[in-house]
């Protein structure tokens, strides 16, 4: 089985995520036969409301064979370094039980998604049903439900009382995903699985081979205009790119203004632009929007006059080019010829 992808300070620490290293697993296998769960992981036990700074960073039992009734939270295994994390309910140890992991965003860009999956194992048969419940949270006491990570109880038969270290059956959780997420730089983020066992015939339920992927946004994007200069005829509508090169870690909202500087005047040679809003969404990129400038068609023919835009924005977002010149080229032609095509003059004039 593959190890753990994390740090080893104890306490509080984190797991782990970055962009670099995304991927974090466990197996439990390095607690041999011992009951101190891996740094980051935690059991909360016996309580339907747990948090993880109530948690617990052991378990109360360890077992590798043998017919255990004792009721607790278990370190399970077929040998001293073959390993299971779960639990076992009695009559004086109630369900449900909470195993739980913390992880650290420290990569350079925001988590968007989660791609989680595991496997369930049974130690002991017996005639109570068994179940888990997968949970998700960003301050490890408020937790979502997240159904695709959950075993019901029919994936558990019941049966005589029967124990078997092999194990004896394993229960693969495909890897489900958690999405929609926002989860910035030193942000953290927590996963739940909820034992639930009953009374004094509990079957003996343990969680391994855990594989936690995180999904990274790019690099920070640029936002700009997409040239930082254009033209168009007298008459016509000037589109103006905006370009961003790719996906933002969140809505990143442009504002563009006429600046007021350019030698066309407002109103008279194009129709007044009012300060224009883009909002970028998180999604495929590149992508490109567009403001529009009406130009006046004039009978007068002139020299080419311009308008001089600027963009501001907010959100997570690089710069890049914030300034755009506009040309207007006149589309009247100047003729040149007498101004009447008579005169008269009197003569010795």
């Given at each position: 089985?593959?190890?753990?992808?994390?740090?080893?300070?104890?306490?509080?620490?984190?797991?782990?995520?970055?962009?670099?290293?995304?991927?974090?697993?466990?197996?439990?296998?390095?607690?041999?036969?011992?009951?101190?769960?891996?740094?980051?992981?935690?059991?909360?036990?016996?309580?339907?409301a747990p948090t993880y700074a109530g948690a617990s960073g052991s378990v109360t039992q360890q077992a590798s064979s043998g017919s255990p009734v004792t009721g607790g939270t278990y370190n399970w295994g077929t040998s001293g370094t073959e390993r299971a994390v779960g639990a076992l309910t009695s009559s004086g140890f109630a369900s449900p039980n909470s195993l739980m992991a913390f992880f650290s965003n420290t990569g350079t860009t925001n988590i968007t998604s989660i791609s989680v999956a595991y496997?369930?194992?049974?130690?002991?048969?017996?005639?109570?049903?068994?179940?888990?419940?997968?949970?998700?949270?960003?301050?490890?006491?408020?937790?979502?439900?997240?159904?695709?990570?959950?075993?019901?109880?029919?994936?558990?038969?019941?049966?005589?009382?029967?124990?078997?270290?092999?194990?004896?059956?394993?229960?693969?959780?495909?890897?489900?995903?958690?999405?929609?997420?926002?989860?910035?730089?030193?942000?953290?983020?927590?996963?739940?699985?909820?034992?639930?066992?009953?009374?004094?015939?509990?079957?003996?339920?343990?969680?391994?081979?855990?594989?936690?992927?995180?999904?990274?946004?790019?690099?920070?994007?640029?936002?700009?205009?997409?040239?930082?200069?254009?033209?168009?005829?007298?008459?016509?509508?000037?589109?103006?790119?905006?370009?961003?090169?790719?996906?933002?870690?969140?809505?990143?909202?442009?504002?563009?203004?006429?600046?007021?500087?350019?030698?066309?005047?407002?109103?008279?040679?194009?129709?007044?632009?009012?300060?224009?809003?883009?909002?970028?969404?998180?999604?495929?990129?590149?992508?490109?929007?567009?403001?529009?400038?009406?130009?006046?068609?004039?009978?007068?023919?002139?020299?080419?006059?311009?308008?001089?835009?600027?963009?501001?924005?907010?959100?997570?977002?690089?710069?890049?080019?914030?300034?755009?010149?506009?040309?207007?080229?006149?589309?009247?032609?100047?003729?040149?010829?007498?101004?009447?095509?008579?005169?008269?003059?009197?003569?010795?004039?």
């Open positions: 089985m593959l190890g753990l992808l994390l740090n080893s300070v104890t306490g509080w620490a984190q797991i782990n995520l970055s962009n670099a290293a995304p991927t974090a697993t466990q197996n439990f296998d390095g607690m041999n036969a011992t009951l101190t769960l891996p740094a980051s992981w935690r059991m909360h036990a016996s309580t339907a496997q369930a194992e049974r130690y002991r048969v017996n005639t109570a049903a068994a179940s888990v419940q997968f949970f998700y949270s960003t301050d490890g006491s408020a937790w979502s439900p997240i159904t695709a990570g959950d075993i019901a109880a029919a994936s558990f038969p019941t049966g005589a009382n029967v124990y078997n270290f092999s194990p004896g059956l394993t229960v693969p959780v495909s890897a489900f995903s958690i999405t929609s997420l926002a989860i910035i730089p030193t942000g953290s983020f927590y996963l739940r699985w909820n034992i639930n066992t009953t009374g004094s015939n509990s079957q003996g339920i343990g969680i391994d081979d855990v594989s936690v992927t995180a999904t990274f946004v790019g690099a920070t994007p640029t936002v700009g205009f997409a040239a930082a200069s254009s033209s168009v005829v007298e008459g016509g509508t000037a589109s103006i790119g905006v370009t961003m090169n790719s996906s933002p870690a969140s809505n990143v909202v442009v504002t563009v203004v006429d600046a007021g500087t350019g030698t066309a005047t407002s109103g008279t040679d194009y129709t007044t632009f009012s300060s224009t809003q883009l909002t970028f969404t998180p999604g495929s990129y590149p992508q490109t929007q567009n403001v529009s400038i009406a130009t006046t068609d004039d009978p007068n023919a002139e020299a080419s006059e311009t308008v001089n835009l600027t963009l501001s924005h907010t959100g997570p977002a690089n710069a890049g080019t914030v300034g755009h010149a506009l040309t207007i080229t006149d589309n009247d032609t100047p003729t040149v010829g007498f101004a009447a095509s008579t005169s008269s003059v009197t003569e010795g004039a």
